[in-house]
């Protein structure tokens, strides 16, 4: 005889009758949600030109800014956090 794969207790029938109902596939934990989100850092000199990053939400709550290089004024300017439309 085989075992109960839920391990209920059920031991003296085969396969139990939850497992036959919802399958070992459907009794598995939930996910946890990504703590980390794609940005996009916007151009302050109006280029439009971006870059994209990603941002843990949970460490890092403020708006991002950082200082790159923005090709089309071929020169550093800030970058600003943007959301990804």
Do not use: W
Not at 3 to 27: I, M, N, Q, R, Y
Not at 33 to 54: E, N, P, V, W
């Amino acid at each position: 005889q085989l075992a109960c794969p839920l391990d209920l207790g059920c031991h003296s029938v085969p396969f139990c009758a939850l497992s036959k109902a919802f399958g070992p596939e459907t009794l598995q934990m939930a996910k946890a949600k990504s703590k980390t989100i794609l940005i996009k850092l916007l151009s302050t000199a109006g280029t439009g030109f971006f870059y994209t990053c990603t941002k843990n939400t949970k460490s890092i709550t403020r708006k991002l800014a950082f200082m790159k290089y923005d090709p089309v004024v071929r020169q550093h300017v800030l970058f600003q956090e943007a959301k990804i439309k």
